[in-house]
């Protein structure tokens, strides 16, 4: 079984901060992927990013960064120098399984973190 | 043009009505997803429909019946819901394992 835990549930920061949502998972999977999305309060998920289990290359965009560590399971998203527009919700998701199986296009949710950028 | 598109993006019914949400993909993609977003839960899948196959969440109610007449439209047809399935309805869809899904902005429906 998949599993995508957040820990964080609401964070809250003032414009300028940096700030880092934390992303824990477990699969048994070999081969997965990693996902990052964005839900501002229009409730369209917004895709960010996505990672291969074979890709622990950190990846910068922007303002935004991701720092993938297989060692200890996580995948954690930073926003720098934060911004009044970067409030919203922020999932990370897992998906995963043979190629074979439906179960390689399902998406695992963790529960998501709710941020607030106060200007 | 979004690239997922879902009407209506508000529902209010009744437990005794029959409605349906529509989704539209315009992304040329060979899979399509209904997920459903209730407050303080995770995004729970419920059903998911590809060229290959259709995978169905067995914990859905069958008071929700999907229907995909071809890749780039989904249904969710509801009747007699109960008040509880009030919720954040998202069509999502892919075009390859591992590519992430793209989301439409969701139907808000209110069971009454």
């Known amino acids: 079984a998949q599993k995508v835990t957040q820990a964080q549930t609401e964070i809250s920061v003032v414009e300028k901060e940096d700030v880092t949502l934390d992303c824990v998972y477990e699969t048994r999977d070999t081969t997965y992927y990693l996902f990052w999305y964005k839900q501002p309060p229009s409730g369209e998920l917004v895709f960010l990013i996505r990672r291969n289990s074979f890709d622990e290359q950190n990846e910068i965009s922007g303002r935004y960064s991701w720092n993938f560590q297989k060692s200890t399971s996580s995948f954690n998203f930073t926003i720098t120098a934060s911004q009044v527009v970067d409030s919203a919700v922020y999932f990370c998701?897992?998906?995963?399984?043979?190629?074979?199986?439906?179960?390689?296009?399902?998406?695992?949710f963790g529960s998501g973190t709710q941020l607030t950028v106060l200007p | 043009e979004t690239g997922v598109t879902q009407t209506p993006r508000h529902l209010v019914m009744g437990m005794t009505n029959k409605k349906s949400l529509k989704c539209e993909q315009h992304?040329?993609?060979?899979?399509m997803y209904w997920y459903k977003q209730s407050a303080k839960k995770p995004l729970e899948l419920m059903f998911v429909y590809s060229l290959e196959e259709r995978v169905e969440n067995n914990s859905v109610p069958s008071r929700f019946s999907p229907e995909c007449p071809n890749s780039s439209h989904l249904f969710l047809h509801l009747h007699t819901l109960q008040p509880e399935d009030s919720a954040l309805y998202l069509c999502?869809?892919?075009?390859?394992?591992?590519?992430?899904?793209?989301f439409g902005q969701g139907t808000r429906l209110t069971v009454v």
């Open positions: 998701a897992l998906s995963g399984g043979p190629i074979s199986s439906g179960s390689a296009r399902q998406l695992t």
């Open positions: 992304l040329g993609h060979n899979a």
């Open positions: 999502a869809s892919s075009q390859e394992r591992g590519a992430g899904a793209f």
